[in-house]
């Protein structure tokens, strides 16, 4: 089985950082995208920022400038850099693989890990 574990979500104030791990563990041999999604009381699940495999990224607009995405393959771990913290990005943060094959077999399959809690004070 594979698992995805969050890690480095707490409360910041308006104007600061975090960053986010999320590792995947598993028998993997591979992992096409890996993204963060966030969703927020009362609102829908929205997807902030992906990465492939070969490094390429992209990102909402609200998070654009703010926010970096970055990936270690060799240890099929995505993080979430995230700078100049709004009120309005307090939600939980989820990760997502996309994609992924496992050493036993030749299906690709989306996982999610159990998400991080960040929150903004202003």
């Known amino acids: 089985q594979v698992q995805l574990v969050e890690t480095g979500g707490g409360l910041v104030q308006a104007g600061g950082s975090l960053r986010l791990s999320c590792a995947a563990s598993g028998s993997i041999a591979s992992i096409a995208a890996m993204g963060w999604y966030r969703q927020a009381p009362g609102k829908q699940r929205e997807l902030i920022a992906a990465v492939s495999s070969g490094g390429s990224t992209n990102y909402a607009d609200s998070v654009k400038g703010r926010f970096t995405i970055s990936r270690d393959n060799t240890k099929n771990t995505v993080y979430l850099q995230m700078n100049s913290l709004k009120p309005e990005d307090t939600a939980v943060y989820v990760c997502?693989?996309?994609?992924?094959?496992?050493?036993?077999?030749?299906?690709?399959?989306?996982?999610w890990g159990q998400g991080t809690q960040v929150t903004v004070s202003s």
């Open positions: 997502n693989a996309n994609g992924v094959r496992r050493v036993s077999d030749y299906y690709l399959r989306n996982y």
